[in-house]
């Protein structure tokens, strides 16, 4: 009897272990089945964040290329205003130096000859003063001392020049010196429209 209850006791307990052991096994296929859906879950979730990340790198390439291309370009824009600045500062320069020579120049003729021409009327009008110092020659209709003869005519008619130098005293009728007068005025007037803010500060005065 005694045999008998021993062998029933060791195969319950071989049973009972083998029952573990199956639920063991159940346990462990379960946690294995969860861990391949993990796994799989994981594999797909790393395969969307590394195609966002391509993505994102591919954008941000091409955000890199349209910067360095609009970088360039403002490169070159600046440089470009940069010469058209340069051009400018010397084309005033030129300018300033041109109207001070010319005007200098005016300045010199009315001076020896006090003839005062208007520089804005030109070219459309030659208008201006000539004044006859003291001891000129007063057998001219319009000569006597110290008077000023104003002058005011088309600028394009010789004919009008030509009748003005008639009533002029002799040392007034110099033809050569009143054009290079009147070029010279008159290129003063182009230079200023051509430069109308540039500075005369130190040119003399007319």
Known sequence: MNNSYEICARLKRLTNKEHEVKRAEIQLAKKTEQFRSDLTAAKIELRL????CDELRSLSTRRNGVLQKE???LVAVLQRSAEIQAMVTERTTQLV???RKERNRMHE???ATNIYINHKALPERLQGVIVLPKGSDTSSSCGSIGQWVPFSMDGNSIHGLDALLTQLPIRYRNAEQWQEL???TNRVAILQKAAPAIDLTSTKSV
């Open 71 to 73: 970088r360039e370009k």
């Open 49 to 52: 964040q590394q195609r966002e």
């Open 97 to 99: 130096m041109s109207e």
């Open 182 to 184: 009147i070029d010279v």
């Open 109 to 111: 003729l009315k001076e």
